[in-house]
């Protein structure tokens, strides 16, 4: 969900009172992230005197569920999440519509484009509806009349939910406004890294010791299962944490729990359905994606990067810092299944669209010292921005061809075009054409972006074939891209720019190449026959971006369950220390000399020996039971005229048996 900016501040508390009146109580939901609990609606749409809830004349348009009245502002949240529900049937478009709910058809299609960015289902009934049951221009206008009922019946709802209420009084209005001025801050994403102390440095981020304890639960239960899909009738996370059951018992009881899950999903499908799109917006939202850089606060988090540089998890603030804490929130492992099947569908989106997955770094390289999911996650952003670069060069270099009439005349007497050339190499001139300077061609970007398990693979295929292919493949593309930037080159014009030590000057004598150039059977020889005259832009990719980012996705979407939650299990580890890390110092700042971050301290130390790849059942409850000590330390630490109390939950603290 978004935040509310100051200018819907000042909107809200330019209301009348009879219209807050209405809306305070929703207001505040919306302020607490309460309204996300769905409410049962009936359908229709307003009457036909209502007034059209137009956007106001210059405003740019936006999606469809931004608030174009004041009375909208509290609705927000519902109007989004009822919106994106409209496409998961056909029925909008099977109703017909009055002349007061038209959009025009062009204003209709230019509003489309926003919307279809970020709703799936949106995008698949279209493709299903266009153009065999209607066309385009009468598709989008009836979606937007039902979107308008939509709104009209909301605001009607909400104001007869305010009717025979008192009138709120002034300090009434002036807490809804000042806790809206909480939420733009601490609701509204991250704080700024030099932050005023209103606001976490790690945005909205959520994940107590108690999720803690139900992610650890549920990568005991994914252990006995093969497939992410299977999970569809597993119901809520059970362990052996304190109890184990094993053999055709345990089959047994898994069985049963499945069949009375599944019957419990039917019975609430719309309330899961409710928390999926949530999730899943929260995850992907373009416009609130806007997640603090994790390199701008690291400094604010000294012990929780001391923490992730030793375990193999990802950046507090990134994309699984977030899936971990909404697995979290999940009740069942069939509703966790479910919205990493939705997250599959995204990333995928994304990758085949060239849209960057948030919250994950675009240009680096994987980190080989993360999780493998974040290496992955990181391979994909990296494919994207590659692909997207490929292609707009690939553009750029066409275009400039056709318009180009340059030619160079060869010592035959034919012309051929130069193309993909950068700038002329100063000094230098092709030996066969001495009227023309040897120009620096367009080259593929250099070094493959590979994940430690794709590093591991090719070194297995080098050792057992004893090739160094790759290399030699970025050598003849290079050679290839130099023939096309400059006709009439040869081996000896391609060495004094590529490798100028294999071009030997001697005073009194000829310029010749380098004795390991002339050797009889040299590959750079071989290689430079071989090669054709290329331009970067149309050869095939040095690094296969689409290859590398297919096979990426079909791993992420074939990864098993217990090594996809153990790796969000280690990330929400992370997540809950940097939490308390910055709940302790906070408490620091106002109390010297709290003992706080030494429980911190002792939490990282205990962390980096006990949290790695293949955690038992032991582990795995230490580790749970860390965490809840260090919360309820924090938690119950008393201002300083409280130190003998805090002495003695120090005292209970050290003597827990996992302390170091």
């Known amino acids: ?47 036909g005197g209502e007034k059209r809830l137009a956007a106001e004349p210059g405003k740019a348009v936006g999606l469809p569920w931004e608030p174009q009245t004041p009375k909208e502002i509290p609705l927000e949240r519902e109007l989004r999440s009822k919106i994106l529900k409209l496409s998961q049937s056909s029925e909008p478009w099977l109703e ?55 709104r009209c019946r909301l605001v009607d709802e909400a104001a007869k939910a305010g009717e025979g209420q008192d009138g709120e ?22 704080a700024s890294p030099d932050g005023d102390g209103r606001g976490s440095k790690l945005g909205r981020l959520e994940v107590s010791a108690k999720q803690l304890r139900h992610m650890a639960r549920g990568l005991e239960t994914a252990r006995g299962y093969r497939r992410m899909d299977d999970l569809s009738d597993a119901g809520k996370p059970s362990t052996t944490m304190t109890t184990k059951t094993s053999g055709w018992r345990h089959a047994v009881a898994r069985r049963v729990e499945a069949g009375r899950n599944m019957l419990a999903r039917k019975m609430s499908a719309g309330g899961k359905q409710e928390r999926l799109v949530g999730a899943v917006w929260d995850l992907f939202d373009p416009e609130d994606a806007r997640v603090t850089d994790w390199d701008l606060v690291m400094a604010f988090f000294p012990s929780t990067a001391k923490l992730i540089a030793q375990v193999p998890a990802a950046s507090p603030t990134g994309f699984l810092a977030h899936l971990s804490s909404c697995m979290g929130k999940m009740g069942t492992m069939a509703e966790m299944s479910e919205l990493w099947a939705h997250a599959i569908e995204e990333i995928t989106w994304h990758f085949r669209n060239l849209k960057p997955i948030p919250r994950v770094p675009r240009e680096r390289s994987p980190d080989l010292q993360s999780c493998p999911l974040q290496q992955k996650l990181m391979l994909l952003n990296n494919c994207i ?7 707009n060069r690939r553009k750029m270099e066409r275009e400039a061809a056709a318009a180009s009439e340059e030619r160079v ?40 972006v590979l994940t430690e398990e794709l590093i591991r693979e090719q070194e297995d295929l080098i050792s057992k074939t004893g090739t160094i292919g790759p290399g030699l493949q970025q050598l003849l593309f290079d050679m290839e891209a130099f023939k096309a930037a400059n006709p009439g080159g040869v081996l000896e014009d391609f060495v004094r720019w590529y490798s100028p030590a294999d071009w030997v000057e001697r005073d009194g004598q000829e310029p010749e190449l380098s004795s390991r150039m002339k050797e009889p059977g040299n590959m750079w020889t071989e290689l430079f026959a071989k090669a054709k005259a290329t331009p970067a832009s149309e050869q ?9 980012g297919e096979m990426t996705i079909e791993s992420l979407a074939q990864i098993a369950p217990s090594d996809l939650f153990e790796q969000l299990f280690i990330v929400s580890v992370c ?24 429980a911190v301290s002792e939490s990282e130390e205990f962390s980096v020996t006990t949290v790695s790849r293949g955690m038992g059942t032991s582990k795995l409850e230490k580790i749970c039971a860390a965490y809840e000590t260090v919360e309820d330390f924090i938690s119950g630490c008393a201002p300083r005229e409280h130190v003998e109390e805090e002495e003695s939950l120090w005292s209970d603290y050290h003597e827990t048996p996992w302390g170091i």
């Open 1 to 47: 969900g978004a935040g509310v900016d100051m200018k819907r501040l000042k909107e809200l508390k330019e209301m009348s009172r009879s219209s807050l009146k209405s809306s305070l109580k929703s207001s505040l939901a919306f302020v607490t992230g309460q309204d996300k609990v769905p409410t049962s609606t009936s359908s229709g749409g307003g009457s």
């Open 96 to 150: 017909e519509y009055r002349e007061n709910e038209k959009l025009a058809p062009e204003e209709a299609i230019e509003r489309a484009s926003e919307i279809l960015k970020v709703d799936e289902n949106l995008r698949k009934i279209r493709f299903e509806l266009v153009p065999k049951v209607v066309n385009e221009e009468e598709f989008w206008v009836r979606y937007f009349a039902a979107v308008h009922r939509l």
């Open 169 to 190: 009084t002034e300090d009434e209005v002036e807490r809804a406004c000042q806790a809206l001025r909480s939420a733009t801050v601490a609701g509204g994403g991250a």
């Open 385 to 391: 921005a590659r692909k997207a670069r490929f292609l």
């Open 409 to 448: 005349a060869l010592p035959d007497g034919t012309k051929v075009q130069r193309r993909g050339h950068k700038s002329a190499l100063d000094g230098k001139r092709m030996l066969l054409v001495p009227d023309e300077v040897i120009w620096v061609p367009e080259t593929q970007e250099e070094g493959s």
């Open 540 to 548: 095939n990719p040095l690094f296969d971006f689409d290859y590398h």
């Open 575 to 598: 997540v809950r220390h940097a939490l308390l890390e910055e709940e302790a110092t906070a408490l620091k700042e106002a109390e010297p000399e709290s003992k706080v971050m030494a």
